[in-house]
C-alpha cells in the first residue's frame, strides 16, 4: 500500500477539470520515500477564479502537457491510486476532482484510506471562525498550519525545487503545496516518536 501525499490545481471550484496534479508517494508501511511526480493536464476551459489562484491559462496547460490529458498521463500513476491512503490539504476536494476524472475515464474510484491535514489541525490550531456556521474555528490554510509548526517556507521551496525538479515555487503551485503537506507529517512523526531529524530540518529555531 501506498501513501500519496497529493495537491492538485484546477479549472474551477467544482465539477471542472485538474490542470495540475503533485504526487509524493511513500511505502505506506516502512514510510520509505519512493518518488515525487507532477503533471500539467490540457484542459478545456479555465474560470477567471481559478486562473487567479493559480495563474495557469488554458493555452500556457498546453505547452505545459504537449497537448496531453489527464487520460494521457493516467497509466502513469494509476499503480499509485489503486491502493492508496490519500493525504492531502482538504482532501476532499482533491479526492473529488481525481473521482471525476476518473469518472469521465469509465472508472469509479475511491482510496483505501483518507488523511486530511487541514480537518486534523482544524479543532488543535483553533483559528476562531467569522460566523458558526461551519463551527466554533475556521479551516486552517496550509500556510497557518506551517505557521503553527514553526516550519520554514523558505526551506520548504528549497525542498520542493530538490524534490520535483523545478524553479523556485510557492503556495498555490501544487508541487509546493504537495510537499509542505509531505514535511508537516513527517515533523509530527517526529513530535510524536522523540525524533528531531524533520524538525531540525524544517523547523525555526
Not at 497537448?67 to 482538504?90: I, M, S, T, W
Not at 482533491?94 to 469518472?103: N, V
Not at 476562531?128 to 496550509?142: E, F
Request: aromatic share 14%; with cysteine.
Amino acid at each position: 500500500m501506498y501513501g500519496i501525499y497529493l495537491d492538485t490545481e484546477t479549472t474551477s471550484t467544482s465539477a471542472g477539470q485538474i490542470a495540475e496534479l503533485s504526487l509524493i508517494v511513500e511505502d505506506y508501511e516502512t514510510h520509505q520515500y519512493i518518488g515525487a511526480y507532477n503533471y500539467f493536464f490540457k484542459v478545456d476551459d479555465m474560470t477567471d477564479g481559478a486562473f487567479k489562484v493559480h495563474g495557469f491559462s488554458k493555452e500556457m496547460l498546453e505547452s505545459l502537457s504537449d497537448g496531453k490529458r489527464f487520460g494521457d498521463r493516467y497509466p502513469e500513476f494509476k499503480q499509485y491510486l489503486d491502493d492508496a491512503c490519500l493525504v492531502a490539504h482538504n482532501e476532499a476536494f482533491d479526492e473529488s476532482f481525481l473521482s471525476m476524472e476518473l469518472w469521465r475515464l469509465g472508472i469509479s474510484y475511491s482510496p483505501k484510506l483518507r488523511v486530511c491535514t487541514m480537518n486534523y489541525f482544524k479543532d488543535i490550531i483553533k483559528i476562531p471562525a467569522r460566523t458558526m456556521r461551519y463551527g466554533r474555528y475556521k479551516n486552517p490554510k496550509l500556510s497557518e498550519v506551517l505557521e503553527y509548526l514553526h516550519i520554514d517556507t523558505a526551506k520548504v521551496q528549497e525542498y520542493t525545487s530538490t524534490l520535483f525538479k523545478c524553479d523556485s515555487s510557492s503556495f498555490h503551485d501544487s508541487r509546493f503545496d504537495t510537499t509542505a503537506i509531505y514535511v508537516i507529517i513527517n515533523v509530527l512523526r517526529d513530535m510524536n516518536s522523540g525524533r528531531t531529524e524533520w524538525v531540525q530540518k524544517f523547523c525555526k529555531a
